[in-house]
């Protein structure tokens, strides 16, 4: 009998064991996905309470970590962001997303090479199938820098991976341009807007480059679409200055 009395209360609190956690990990998605949805809306006080609750209910939840690091980055708080960084790391050291984000982080502080070191560790995940996102994110770092070697090395690394990628072929594009070389410049502007409709940002490119390359007529064409199509942008503003 007693034995039997033993036995059930081991089942008993096993089972309330396993209740509580499936509880923590309820309440703890149920914050994070508040949290995720004040931080769309720009609320990042409200996203960040709600994330570290999330936390308190499960501290394994990496998502909650990660976002967490970035809505302590719009708050302004980035030795805090750097905490909950390296802990989405240490609980998921096989996560591309969170080395990318961290790596960018690392970018906006100036801290380029520690940037790279963590955006080619995300790039080496074998699981990784985004490793074009993450080698363009290492490129405009790497222009930043600046380093436009190993800028266009990552860009052409990501365009190998996925040829149609829009933001790399326009950064090659830009980075052409700013290197003295139109006739590559050029070269990327058309095999982006071949495959992608053009922003005010692209548009205001394709004038730089057609106006350095002396084609007044095709640089007159990109200016009229960029004023027609975007007249609020702050482009088509400096070009309409440009005129007058």
């Given at each position: 009998?007693l034995?039997?009395?033993a036995?059930?209360?081991?089942?008993?609190?096993?089972g309330?064991?396993?209740r509580?956690t499936?509880?923590s990990e309820?309440a703890?998605?149920q914050?994070y996905?508040?949290?995720?949805?004040y931080?769309?809306n720009?609320?990042y006080?409200?996203?960040?309470?709600?994330l570290?609750r999330?936390?308190e209910?499960?501290?394994?939840?990496v998502?909650?970590?990660?976002l967490?690091?970035?809505?302590?980055v719009?708050?302004?708080?980035?030795?805090?962001?750097?905490?909950?960084?390296?802990?989405a790391?240490r609980?998921?050291p096989n996560?591309?997303?969170?080395?990318n984000?961290?790596a960018?982080?690392?970018?906006?502080q100036?801290q380029?090479d520690?940037?790279?070191?963590?955006?080619e560790?995300?790039?080496?995940i074998?699981?990784?199938e985004?490793?074009?996102?993450?080698?363009t994110?290492?490129?405009v770092c790497?222009?930043?820098k600046?380093d436009p070697?190993?800028?266009?090395?990552?860009?052409?690394d990501?365009l190998?991976?996925?040829?149609?990628?829009p933001?790399?072929l326009?950064?090659?594009?830009?980075l052409q341009?700013?290197?003295g070389d139109?006739?590559?410049?050029?070269a990327f502007?058309e095999?982006?807007?071949?495959?992608n409709p053009?922003?005010?940002?692209v548009l205001?490119l394709?004038?730089?480059?057609?106006?350095?390359?002396?084609?007044?007529r095709a640089?007159?064409?990109?200016?009229?679409q960029?004023?027609?199509?975007?007249?609020e942008?702050a482009e088509?503003?400096i070009l309409?200055?440009q005129?007058?």
């Amino acid at each position: 009998m007693l034995l039997c009395v033993a036995i059930l209360s081991g089942c008993v609190s096993e089972g309330s064991s396993a209740r509580r956690t499936t509880i923590s990990e309820d309440a703890a998605d149920q914050n994070y996905q508040l949290g995720a949805r004040y931080y769309r809306n720009g609320n990042y006080e409200l996203a960040r309470d709600r994330l570290e609750r999330a936390i308190e209910f499960d501290s394994r939840l990496v998502d909650a970590h990660n976002l967490l690091a970035l809505t302590l980055v719009q708050l302004g708080q980035d030795r805090l962001a750097t905490e909950s960084f390296n802990r989405a790391i240490r609980l998921a050291p096989n996560n591309p997303d969170v080395r990318n984000a961290y790596a960018i982080f690392l970018c906006q502080q100036e801290q380029y090479d520690e940037a790279v070191v963590q955006f080619e560790r995300a790039i080496g995940i074998l699981e990784n199938e985004e490793t074009y996102l993450m080698m363009t994110n290492a490129g405009v770092c790497a222009s930043k820098k600046p380093d436009p070697v190993m800028a266009e090395k990552y860009f052409r690394d990501a365009l190998r991976v996925r040829p149609t990628h829009p933001e790399a072929l326009i950064q090659m594009a830009a980075l052409q341009y700013n290197n003295g070389d139109n006739l590559r410049a050029r070269a990327f502007l058309e095999r982006h807007l071949s495959a992608n409709p053009p922003s005010a940002a692209v548009l205001y490119l394709a004038v730089q480059i057609e106006t350095k390359d002396g084609d007044r007529r095709a640089a007159t064409d990109y200016t009229n679409q960029l004023i027609r199509d975007f007249p609020e942008s702050a482009e088509a503003r400096i070009l309409l200055r440009q005129g007058e």
